[in-house]
T-cell receptor, first 113, second 114 residues
Framework: GENVEQHPSTLSVQEGDSAVIKCTYS??????FPWYKQELGKRPQLIID?????GEKKDQRIAVTLNKTAKHFSLHITETQPEDSAVYFC????????????FGTGTRLKVLA | NAGVTQTPKFQVLKTGQSMTLQCAQD?????MYWYRQDPGMGLRLIYY???????DKGEVPNGYNVSRLNKREFSLRLESAAPSQTSVYFC?????????????FGDGTRLSIL
């Protein structure tokens, strides 16, 4: 069935360094890829998304890249800050019918001051 | 706008009890979703409603039922709660007409079953 694999499960970086989280999807019909950030005890919140007709998208310190041939996409956070510490989830969706997401299992990012 | 509102925020049940989790959105969204979140397993889809009047099973529907009461409200029912259903439950909604619109989540319901 449809699957999204996310790595790593935990990631620790020094403040100011970059962080990269990678996801691989199985459904070749997937064409929309959102990323969510979830702080402890809070709701998941969308931080960036990318459509399949785009290879890269940036929003300040956050960027997402997509390789449709290899069926993987990545989240890049530059100049990390302590407030970036959270769990990050990737998801993949195909845009026909029900618009269901398949989520990755999450990456716990710790930014060390 | 409140967005997606879930009630209750916390609940403790005994095995075998029944419970309905409520979800309402005020964004005029067509699609609504129920997820459960367990440590190390991400968000797993229980049921969804692509539009008012329709509901479908997700990845983990066993032990649950849903009702799309109207366009705003989508409830999740546990008929006979089991300890394995201890989890954090999130409701989400999305516009549903533009396929690239994201899902918006509520604050969650933390459910413990003893």
């Amino acid at each position: 069935g449809e699957n999204v694999e996310q790595h790593p499960s935990t990631l620790s970086v020094q403040e100011g360094d970059s962080a990269v989280i990678k996801c691989t999807y199985s459904d070749s019909a997937s064409n929309y890829f959102p990323w969510y950030k979830q702080e402890l005890g809070k709701r998941p919140q969308l931080i960036i998304d990318i459509r399949s007709n785009v290879g890269e998208k940036k929003d300040q310190r956050i960027a997402v890249t997509l390789n449709k041939t290899a069926k993987h996409f990545s989240l890049h956070i530059t100049e990390t800050q302590p407030e970036d510490s959270a769990v990050y989830f990737c998801a993949a969706s195909n845009t026909s019918g029900t618009y269901k997401y398949i989520f990755g299992t999450g990456t716990r990012l710790k930014v060390l001051a | 706008n409140a967005g997606v509102t879930q009630t209750p925020k916390f609940q403790v049940l005994k095995t075998g009890q029944s419970m309905t989790l409520q979800c309402a959105q005020d964004m005029n969204h067509n699609s609504m979703y129920w997820y459960r979140q367990d440590p190390g397993m991400g968000l797993r889809l229980i049921y969804y409603s692509a539009s008012e009047g329709t509901t479908d099973k997700g990845e983990v529907p066993n032990g649950y039922n849903v009702s799309r009461l109207n366009k705003r409200e989508f409830s999740l029912r546990l008929e006979s709660a089991a300890p394995s259903q201890t989890s954090v439950y999130f409701c989400a909604s999305r516009r549903g007409q533009d396929p690239h619109q994201p899902q918006h989540f509520g604050d969650g319901t933390r459910l413990s079953i003893l």
